[in-house]
C-alpha cells in the first residue's frame, strides 16, 4: 500500500551525548569549587548515562512500574516489591558510581560530596526516580554513628559499590540500601503528632531493641534493607533502625498495604506499611528523634535541590535540541527572534540552579569549617525552597518549546511528560515551601547564619549595582523578628542574591550580567522569555546547547 504522507521536520531523539561534557554550567561550577577535583569519573559517567541503551532502561523501569506482592502461591506473607529488571540496572549503575553512601568512606579533601552531587545531576538528567532509595542510603549512613554497633555491622554495606536486592540479613550481603518512614496519616510534616509506639524488648549487640506497632503512610523505597523511622517512646519522638530481615532470617513485621499511585516517581515504590511488633533498633539518645531526623533532613533536601536541577538541565536540553532541529516558518525555531529568548532566559535559569545546588554541596567536604556550617544551615531551606519551586514552571516552559509532541508520553518514550510529572516531587518532598520558607526564618536567628550570609555575598560585591543594592537591602529584613507571612519572599530573596553572586563568581559574565538583568535589577518579566533587550541570546543558548 502506497504511503499517504512522508515524515519530515521531526527531530531525531537527543542520544548519545556525553552529559558531562555537555554540561558547562556544571563544569564551571565544579572549577570554582574544587579546581584541583578530577572530573574522569563524571566524564566516564556522562558517557554511560547519555547512551541510548541507558535511556532504554529509564523508559522500561518507568513504563513497567514496581508491583507489590503480598503472599507467595502458598498463602505466605512475604510483602515484596517485585522490579522490571531495568529498575536493578539503573540502580547498579548508580551505586556503582557511589551516589549513595559512598563519600562517608571517603577521605577529607577529596571532594567526595561535591563529586557525589555533580553525579547526582547527571544520573537525574537519565532517571530521577530510582535516587529515591540512594538518596535516603546518602542521608542514613552517618546517622548511624549515633549508634556504633549498628555502624559496624551496617555501614561497610551502606558504602558499597555493590548492589544486591536479595532479602536478607544486611550484614551477609555485598551492598545494602536504606529508606526513611516518618510520615503518618494524621501528621505529615507535623511528625510530633505521630502516634505510631516502640516498646522496650530487650537488649543485644546492637543496643536497645523495641517492638514497633503502628504504621507509616509515606514507608519509601520499602524494599530497602532497613528504614530509618520515627516511633513514640517513654521518653518522646525517637529514632529507630527498622531492618526489613531479622538476624535469623526471619522477615520483619511490616506489612505493606499498598503502593501508592503517584503523579510521577514511577520507577520509584512508596508504601502504606503497618508495624505489627515489628522489631527495631534505638538509634541516638532516646527521645530525640526529631534533631536526629533534621540532620538527615539537610541531606535529603540537597538532593531535592540537585535532582531538581538535573531535571531543569535535562529539559532544556531536549528543548534546545527540538528548537535546533525543527522548522518553522522557513528558518530553524531556534533563530525565531521570541523562541530564543525563551530559551536563554531557561538556560539563564538552569545555570543558577546548578550553581546553588553545587555550592549547598560543598558544605559536606568541610564539616569542620564554621563558615560552611552556618551556610549549610541557612543555604539548605534556601535552595531547597527555590530551585525547587521554580521547577514546575520551568518544566513547563520546556515543554511549550516542543509543543504537542512534548505533551505525549508515547510509551516511555516523551522524556518532557515524564519530566513534567516528576518536577513537583522534590518541591514536595522532605518539607514544601512553607515548611523551607519557616525553616529559613529559624535559621536567620542564629547570628553566624546572618554573618555567614554577610561573609559569602561579600565575595561578589562591586560586580553589579542591582546586585549590590540587593545585599544591601537583606540584613534589615532578616533579622528576628521578621513577619512570617513574608518568608517566602525572603527565601526568594536571598535566593536570587546568592545565585547572582556564584555566577559572578564562576560563570562567563555574559551570564552573570544578563540573570542579574533580568532576576535583581527586575527588567524581566513574572514568565520565561521576557529578558530585556540587549542581552547575548546567542551566547547564552551556544553555553547551553548539548550537542
Known amino acids: 500500500m502506497a504511503s499517504t504522507h512522508d515524515v519530515f521536520n521531526q527531530p531525531e531523539p537527543l542520544l548519545d551525548v556525553n552529559l558531562f561534557e555537555a554540561h558547562a554550567a556544571m563544569r564551571d561550577a565544579l572549577s570554582l569549587h574544587a579546581p584541583d577535583l578530577d572530573t574522569s569519573a563524571l566524564r566516564a559517567l556522562g558517557q554511560r548515562l547519555g547512551t541510548a541503551d541507558m535511556q532504554t532502561q529509564a523508559r522500561l523501569a518507568n513504563v513497567h512500574g514496581p508491583q507489590l506482592r503480598t503472599h507467595d502461591r502458598c498463602g505466605h506473607r512475604i510483602d515484596e516489591v517485585e522490579f522490571h529488571p531495568a529498575y536493578h540496572a539503573l540502580m547498579a549503575a548508580a551505586v556503582e558510581a557511589g551516589l549513595h553512601g559512598t563519600p562517608w568512606g571517603r577521605p577529607a579533601g577529596s571532594h567526595a560530596h561535591l563529586e557525589r552531587a555533580a553525579g547526582f545531576m547527571l544520573f537525574t538528567e537519565l532517571e530521577a526516580a530510582v535516587l529515591c532509595p540512594v538518596s535516603m542510603t546518602y542521608a542514613a549512613t552517618p546517622a548511624l554513628r549515633a549508634s556504633p554497633a549498628l555502624h559496624a555491622a551496617w555501614a561497610p554495606g551502606l558504602m558499597s559499590r555493590a548492589y544486591d536486592p536479595s532479602p536478607r540479613h544486611g550484614p551477609f550481603k555485598p551492598g545494602l540500601t536504606m529508606g526513611m518512614g516518618m510520615t503518618e496519616k494524621q501528621g505529615g510534616s507535623d511528625v510530633r503528632a505521630n502516634t505510631t509506639r516502640a516498646e522496650p524488648d530487650g537488649t543485644d549487640e546492637w543496643g536497645q531493641r523495641l ?92 538532593d531535592c535541590a540537585l535532582g531538581t536541577s538535573g531535571l531543569m538541565r535535562q529539559a532544556l536540553s531536549l528543548a534546545l535540541d527540538h528548537c535546533r532541529q525543527r522548522q518553522a516558518f522557513g528558518r530553524p525555531l531556534v533563530e525565531q527572534p521570541l523562541m530564543r529568548n525563551v530559551l536563554a532566559d531557561l538556560a539563564l535559569e538552569a545555570e543558577a540552579a546548578c550553581a546553588l545546588a553545587l555550592r549547598l554541596a560543598r558544605v559536606f567536604d568541610r564539616p569542620g569549617d564554621p563558615h560552611e556550617a552556618a551556610m549549610a544551615r541557612l543555604l539548605t531551606p534556601v535552595a531547597k525552597f527555590w530551585i525547587c519551586k521554580r521547577g514546575a514552571a520551568f518544566a513547563q516552559e520546556a515543554m511549550e518549546c516542543v509543543g504537542g509532541n512534548g505533551y505525549v508520553e508515547e510509551g516511555g518514550h516523551g522524556l518532557m511528560a515524564r519530566i513534567y510529572r516528576e518536577m513537583p516531587v522534590n518541591s514536595i518532598w522532605e518539607g514544601a515551601g512553607n515548611v523551607m520558607a519557616l525553616d529559613l526564618l529559624r535559621a536567620l536567628r542564629k547570628p553566624e547564619a546572618v554573618a555567614a550570609l554577610d561573609d559569602e555575598l561579600r565575595l561578589a560585591r562591586g560586580a ?62 513574572q514568565v520565561f522569555g521576557t529578558l530585556p533587550a540587549g542581552l547575548p541570546l546567542d551566547d547564552l543558548i551556544a553555553r547551553a546547547m548539548p550537542r
Open 211 to 302: 517492638r514497633v506497632t503502628g504504621h507509616k503512610w509515606f514507608f519509601s523505597a520499602p524494599q530497602s534493607d532497613a528504614h530509618l523511622v520515627l516511633a513514640q517512646t517513654a521518653s518522646g519522638l525517637s529514632c529507630l533502625f527498622l531492618p526489613r530481615v531479622l538476624p535469623d532470617g526471619r522477615r520483619n513485621a511490616v506489612r505493606v498495604q499498598r503502593l501508592k499511585d503517584k503523579l510521577g516517581n514511577r520507577a520509584n515504590a512508596s508504601a502504606e506499611v503497618e508495624f505489627e511488633g515489628a522489631t527495631a533498633w534505638l538509634v541516638g539518645e532516646e527521645g530525640r528523634g526529631v534533631p536526629q531526623i533534621l540532620a538527615m533532613g539537610t541531606m535529603t533536601r540537597l
Open 464 to 525: 553589579d549595582p542591582a546586585l549590590d543594592r540587593l545585599i544591601d537591602r537583606l540584613p534589615g529584613r532578616a533579622g528576628p523578628l521578621v513577619d512570617e507571612a513574608q518568608a517566602r519572599g525572603l527565601a526568594q530573596d536571598i535566593a536570587l542574591a546568592l545565585q547572582a553572586a556564584l555566577l559572578w563568581r564562576g560563570s562567563p559574565p555574559e551570564v552573570a550580567a544578563s540573570f542579574c538583568a533580568s532576576r535583581v535589577a527586575g527588567e524581566g518579566g
